[in-house]
């Protein structure tokens, strides 16, 4: 099994300040790489797939990048709404894996 | 526009069965991946299963946590995904989500918490 390591646990960041969310995966995943938002009492929804393509309607201050086993996500401009938990995911194989998720808290 | 939305949980005593529901709208769940995902209160995301759509097999595959255990099935007349699970235990308490995709889950259903308890 794939096991997905994310940091930090919780990160603080204030308005308009940018967000580094990082996830590493036991071993090589290419780019089998999707990160995951879920906001307080509300399911996941998708932001990224492939490491760094956006989903449709997902804002452009979200971006991911890496490929291997080293991946980040960057949240730039943090608006109050970027309040959330942040998951990545491998689907390189079964069972396909996710993060414990980091927490991204407005200061 | 694509929409999940899962029904069934409840309070289940430790070793009993419940059945889960994920009907679906705006696509067919026959021609697409179907998936269970669950989240225990307050924790992380665990995947559960995947039932490839019947022009790929539809087959479903299991994590091996669940294996034996539980059984996904089909209502294609009412567009309709089931969640079979026996045996439960305290381990099984949690949010349980239908995600639609292959690897990449792409929509998910607001979810329905099963609760194991004496």
């Known amino acids: 099994e794939i096991v997905m390591t994310q940091s930090p646990a919780t990160l603080s960041v204030s308005p308009g300040g940018r967000a580094t969310l990082s996830c590493r995966a036991s071993?090589?995943?290419?780019?089998?790489l999707t990160w995951y938002q879920q906001k307080p009492g509300q399911a996941p929804t998708i932001l990224i797939s492939g490491a760094s393509t956006r989903a449709t309607g997902i804002a452009a201050r979200f971006s991911g990048s890496g490929s291997g086993a080293e991946f980040t996500l960057t949240i730039n401009s943090l608006q109050s709404e970027d309040l959330a938990v942040y998951y990545c995911q491998q689907s390189t194989n079964w069972p396909w894996t996710f993060g414990q998720g980091t927490k991204v808290e407005i200061k | 526009e694509v929409h999940l939305a899962e029904s069934g949980g409840g309070l289940i005593q430790p070793g009993g069965s419940l059945r889960l529901s994920c009907v679906a709208s705006?696509?067919?769940?026959?021609?697409?991946?179907m998936n269970w995902v669950r989240q225990p209160p307050g924790k992380g995301l665990e995947w559960l299963s995947v039932?490839?759509?019947?022009?790929?097999?539809?087959?479903?595959y299991y994590a091996d946590s669940v294996k034996g255990r539980f059984a996904v099935t089909r209502d294609t007349s009412k567009n309709r995904l089931f969640l079979q699970m026996n045996s439960l235990g305290a381990e099984d308490t949690a949010i349980y989500y239908c995600?639609?995709?292959?690897?990449?889950?792409?929509?998910w259903g607001q979810g329905t918490l099963v609760t194991v308890s004496s």
């Open positions: 995600a639609r995709g292959m690897g990449v889950f792409d929509s």
């Open positions: 071993q090589s995943i290419g780019s089998n």
């Open positions: 039932t490839y759509g019947a022009i790929w097999s539809g087959r479903t």
């Open positions: 705006g696509f067919t769940v026959t021609s697409d991946y």
